[in-house]
């Protein structure tokens, strides 16, 4: 089992910047890669970003790193947009997928709201 926790989301306006963390315990972090999904209202949850690869409506305002030594994967999100506007979740799996069903284990979710 690997349990994931996300923390750092919060309210701020258009232009302005958040780092969302996720922080693992559990089985070894090395295992597994690490993904951002988002999901709005209404909408369904979408790709955000993984290590090498960003979904396109925030490349150039997102990036995504790793500590490995602190079991945490963190998203500097730049430039922020009220599009923007979702509850941020991290996922763990054995896979490079994109798509939400691949990850097996999930956190708890971090609301974004971004205000124009």
């Known amino acids: 089992q690997v349990q994931l926790v996300e923390s750092g989301g919060g309210s701020v306006e258009a232009g302005g910047s958040l780092r969302l963390s996720c922080t693992a315990s559990g089985r070894p972090f090395t295992n597994y890669a690490v993904t951002w999904f988002r999901q709005a209202p209404g909408k369904e949850r979408e790709f955000v970003a993984r290590i090498t690869s960003y979904a396109d409506s925030v490349k150039g305002r997102f990036t995504i790193s790793r500590d490995t030594a602190a079991k945490s994967v963190y998203l500097q999100m730049n430039n922020l947009k009220p599009e923007d506007t979702a509850v941020y979740y991290c996922?763990?799996?054995?896979?490079?997928?994109?798509?939400?069903?691949?990850?097996?284990?999930w956190g708890q979710g971090t609301q974004v709201t971004v205000s124009s």
């Open positions: 996922a763990a799996g054995v896979t490079n997928s994109d798509r939400p069903g691949q990850y097996k284990y």
